[in-house]
């Protein structure tokens, strides 16, 4: 179920995150600072921000967060699902709950950044709306922007 993220969520959310990017992404890991994932409540604060998380029980099995960039912009952040639980629409769902949070909090673009090797987060997004508007080599990565106009 996706819900809004608790303090007591904390180390699952760290674990599913950390294990994911050192397991998945561990060159990709340069591009992106971490330090966000340390102090979620205070980082994700404020009624424009949000970090939702999909759990099983006590289990965090899925992440996503929204942080504002602009006025008008919301940025899409921290998009992970377990390895055991993908394919079974969580990644979805997840989405779903962010583009509905994003709307109903006046943004009217959301953008999200992916390296190459985030296949499935890329065809997600492609597959809902979302079109590549720029690509950038950083330090020897390709991150593509996707945005959603909504």
């Excluded at 674990?15 to 340390?38: G, K, M, Q, V």
């Excluded at 404020?46 to 940025?75: P, Q």
């Excluded at 296949?119 to 330090?139: T, W």
């Amino acid at each position: 179920m996706v819900r809004v993220f608790e303090s007591n969520d904390s180390e699952g959310v760290k674990n599913l995150i950390l294990s994911i990017l050192s397991n998945e992404y561990p060159f990709d890991r340069n591009a992106y600072a971490d330090t966000d994932i340390y102090d979620i409540s205070g980082t994700y604060s404020g009624n424009r921000n949000a970090f939702f998380v999909y759990s099983e029980g006590e289990h965090v099995i899925g992440t996503i967060a929204i942080k504002e960039d602009s006025i008008g912009t919301a940025l899409l952040r921290r998009f992970f699902v377990s390895p055991d639980h993908r394919g079974k629409g969580i990644g979805t769902e997840l989405l779903k709950r962010s583009i509905s949070f994003c709307m109903g909090n006046g943004y009217s673009n959301i953008v999200f950044r992916a390296t190459d090797r985030m296949k499935d987060a890329i065809r997600l997004m492609k597959n809902n709306g979302f079109k590549e508007r720029e690509r950038l080599e950083v330090s020897g990565f390709h991150i593509h922007m996707y945005a959603l106009t909504i």
